[in-house]
């Protein structure tokens, strides 16, 4: 990996990434991230390469991609590959879209079990309960 100015030692590198060590390792094992060599008697440096990398790591994580759709998209990184970029963004819209669309249905589903909650009156069993016992509601919601 060629960096120009490789001078950062991992603990540096890892503060101007904004991540810790272990993060940096952890990369290296998923091989988001390659292992500069280590030179005989001496540490292994980092450069501001390095840093972008990681960087356009969490910034992806934040988005929602897992590190292998975020490797996926690492092999594109040259930016001449945008149609396929915008092919793995689309599939995590997507994903993200269903996923939504399960979360509107489950507070939906709570929003009226609670509203049941709480205007139950006497000895009558709990409609929370009673509802999660068979089971109907949690199928609704699409919970796993």
């Not at 292994?44 to 929602?64: E, H, I, N, P």
């Not at 609670?114 to 199928?139: D, F, K, M, T, Y």
């Amino acid at each position: 990996m060629e960096n120009g100015s490789e001078s950062l030692t991992i603990g540096a590198f890892a503060k101007a990434a904004g991540v810790n060590v272990e993060t940096i390792r952890f990369y290296q094992r998923k091989g988001l991230l390659l292992e500069p060599e280590k030179p005989y008697g001496s540490i292994r440096r980092y450069g501001a390469t390095d840093v972008t990398r990681v960087r356009f790591v969490k910034s992806a994580q934040r988005l929602g991609f897992s590190l292998d759709e975020i490797a996926d998209l690492l092999k594109l990184e040259d930016g001449t590959h945008c149609g396929e970029a915008s092919s793995v963004a689309e599939h995590k819209l997507r994903d993200i879209q269903d996923k939504l669309a399960d979360l509107q249905r489950m507070e939906n589903v709570l929003t009226q079990l609670v509203c049941a909650c709480h205007s139950r009156r006497g000895n009558v069993s709990c409609p929370l309960i009673a509802s999660l016992q068979r089971g109907e509601e949690s199928r609704d919601a699409g919970a796993v």
